[in-house]
């Protein structure tokens, strides 16, 4: 009988096999893969609270965030984020990209957003009023809350979409905790799925207030009536936020069995 891990890297396989950038499994197949990680456990990882990857002995600097890398091939890839407390993963987003989250360890304060587009023309992110905030000059796109709690494991896989679900998102480690995540496909430069990090600005950040409360009309009559707090501008960075600290480690799982061959192949495109 195959273990958890071997049949979430089958299903994997399965349900990513013809899904590309911007497209979404089937619901049956976000189901299937949904279960396949429910049933994951810490045990079947090799994860444990004990473990010094999870803990953060100095004082003077960020804790260091450590990616657990179990396997990438072009249509997916699977890792583990493993975060000692207080760690933050700091806000970015997943473009074109299907992603399932499945916190194994410990507890986890997730916040994230989805793009708030125009009504009459979907495609097109709600750009700010006038460029001008009261921190700066910048350009930034609104934004709204999808999600702003926290979940301790054991806990159902979340699942995030291209436009829906939560795609920008931030991880923030409440205790020692770890997440296992499955993306489909993986970033990738060359095919425009590179990693975006954001600053976040108050809805209400602008000195235009006419423009403010005109576009608050509109989204009041536009987005369900929602508040003022459900709404954020986001800033895109032009680099890697300088207090995220992330050391990988390649990882090879008891029992796995995967194409080594064709996982090479991709790591050398990756690397050119």
């Known amino acids: 009988m195959p273990s958890a891990v071997q049949r979430l890297f089958d299903t994997c396989k399965e349900v990513f096999a013809d899904v590309g950038s911007g497209a979404v499994p089937s619901p049956a197949d976000v189901e299937r893969l949904r279960s396949a990680l429910d049933t994951l456990k810490p045990q079947d990882v090799g994860l444990s609270r004990n473990l010094p990857l999870f803990k953060h002995a100095s004082t003077n600097r960020p804790p260091a965030v450590t990616y657990l890398h179990l396997s990438a091939f072009p249509n997916f890839s699977i890792g583990i984020f493993c975060l000692p407390r207080t760690a933050v993963i700091p806000l970015h987003n997943h473009p074109g990209m299907t992603v399932f989250s499945k916190i194994l360890v410990g507890s986890m304060h997730i916040k994230s957003y989805d793009w708030v587009t125009d009504p009459q023309s979907p495609n097109e992110k709600i750009m700010s009023p006038s460029g001008v905030c009261s921190v700066g000059m910048f350009s930034a796109c ?4 999808n999600t702003d709690a926290v979940f301790k494991a054991p806990c159902e896989t979340s699942v995030l979409y291209p436009t829906t679900g939560g795609n920008i998102h931030r991880f923030t480690a409440v205790t020692p905790c770890a997440v296992l995540d499955v993306l489909g496909p993986p970033y990738n430069d060359n095919e425009g799925r590179a990693c975006t990090y954001y600053k976040e600005h108050a809805y209400l950040s602008f000195p235009d207030l006419a423009d403010v409360v005109s576009l608050a009309a509109f989204l009041v009559a536009a987005v369900l009536g929602a508040g003022d707090g459900d709404y954020v501008w986001l800033e895109a ?13 390649q990882t090879r799982l008891a029992g796995l069995h995967v194409d080594t061959q064709k996982a090479k192949e991709f790591e050398a495109i990756k690397g050119t």
């Open 142 to 145: 609104l934004a709204k809350v």
């Open 237 to 249: 960075m032009a680099s890697e936020p300088e207090e995220l600290v992330v050391r990988e480690k």
